[in-house]
């Protein structure tokens, strides 16, 4: 048994990573507490119930698995296949961050979207749109100390995020 558990907790990387959990009707904000090459402990306000066929999603990244446990908005899922933990846990580089940061300062002064968004196409400004919202998560979800409320707001934003992404992709068809 003691070496079961060694193995379990092998490769296993505390971490807090805004993430999406998808069902076969249904698509949820998560945050990703441990991540192994074999599955995640996920945390959210509304999980599926246990057996269920997941797909966790972060970024390009995805990983199909089931929800083998779940309790206390807590639940943890069994990868299908193994994932490079390496590139789940990667920060999200700098790669427009002076776009970010004119955009949230827009928005804080009540001013309307940079010109480039204006002109932009409807899909494309979702698009950008839900990857600026991704580009601050990531940012607040690093910051040392941090409020149940925050972190729950920052689910929030987070499922707004993903919800722009998914119109974006349908409005392409």
């Keep these: 048994m003691e070496s079961e558990?060694?193995?379990?907790?092998?490769?296993?990387?505390?971490?807090?990573?805004?993430?999406?959990l998808e069902t076969e009707g249904a698509s949820n904000a998560v945050r990703i507490r441990n991540l192994s090459f074999r599955g995640a402990l996920i945390e959210g306000p509304t999980l599926p119930s246990v057996g269920v066929n997941v797909w966790l999603l972060r970024g390009t990244l995805s990983a199909k698995g089931v929800l083998a446990w779940q309790g206390d908005r807590q639940g943890g899922v069994n990868f299908d296949r193994p994932i490079d933990v390496k590139l789940w846990v990667q920060r999200v580089g700098h790669r427009g961050q002076q776009r970010v940061d004119t955009v949230v300062e827009a928005i804080r002064r009540h001013h309307g979207l940079p010109d480039d968004l204006q002109d932009a196409p409807a899909t494309e400004k979702l698009a950008t749109i839900s990857a600026t919202l991704d580009e601050v998560c990531e940012r607040l979800s690093?910051?040392?100390i941090i409020s149940v409320e925050l972190a729950e707001d920052l689910l929030k934003l987070d499922a707004i995020s993903q919800s722009l992404r998914k119109l974006a992709r349908s409005r392409k068809i």
């Design 5 to 20: 558990s060694n193995n379990r907790s092998e490769g296993r990387s505390n971490v807090f990573l805004s993430a999406t």
């Design 142 to 144: 690093r910051t040392e």
